[in-house]
């Protein structure tokens, strides 16, 4: 067969947050069974000190597929208006070797850590968590937030972040998408005070 290439869009439009949940807590349960296979990291640098490309092979013992994903990591990037974390996925049959497809990955990695996220909250989180505290308010957070409102039900979040502008449409997002109350904190020690959930959404260590 021919390869097929998947956008963010394709992947978007076929796949729902219940889906990814429902796929990455069999997906937990299975490698917890030994069904799934983890090859070794593989990272190699480029671009500027600090970035880094990062492969990730796995094989399922008992699916047609097998695959990696390919992500880097450019700190750069924000300056320029691109994502920092680029993702592709490359899907080959594990019958014959052959590829089958590749797809663009961004909103898939975001999508995953955030239903990661909201199933080990569904799991661990006190019966009674309603306030979820996230530092950071990129992409990732939303996707975490989202992922984490449909396994609990939270009634605010607060969130803190050293950017004023990516906060202000994160906590639009949070109320006009999630219906979720956003608290803007001042500090991460304001954001952490009554949060129920923590979530860190940054690669940054200040």
Do not use: W
Request: proline share 3%; aromatic share 6%.
């Amino acid at each position: 067969g021919n390869m097929r290439f998947y956008s963010a869009q394709d992947l978007a439009r076929a796949i729902t947050l219940e889906d990814a949940i429902g796929a990455l807590e069999q997906a937990f349960l299975d490698n917890n069974q030994g069904d799934i296979v983890l090859g070794g990291r593989l990272m190699a640098p480029c671009g500027k000190p600090g970035d880094a490309s990062l492969i990730l092979p796995a094989t399922h013992k008992r699916k047609q597929y097998y695959g990696f994903k390919q992500a880097t990591t450019f700190s750069g990037n924000a300056a320029r208006g691109l994502p920092t974390v680029l993702s592709q996925y490359f899907l080959y049959s594990n019958v014959t070797g052959q590829p089958c497809a590749v797809m663009d990955f961004l909103e898939m990695t975001n999508i995953k850590t955030g239903v990661a996220a909201a199933i080990a909250a569904k799991h661990l989180a006190l019966p009674e968590a309603r306030v979820v505290g996230i530092i950071g308010s990129g992409a990732l957070s939303r996707s975490v937030l989202a992922a984490i409102c449909k396994v609990r039900k939270i009634e605010r979040v607060n969130i803190y972040d050293l950017n004023p502008d990516q906060v202000k449409a994160f906590a639009q997002y949070a109320e006009d998408v999630l219906d979720v109350e956003c608290l803007v904190a001042e500090s991460s020690r304001v954001c952490l005070r009554d949060a129920h959930i923590l979530c860190t959404c940054t690669t940054s260590r200040k």
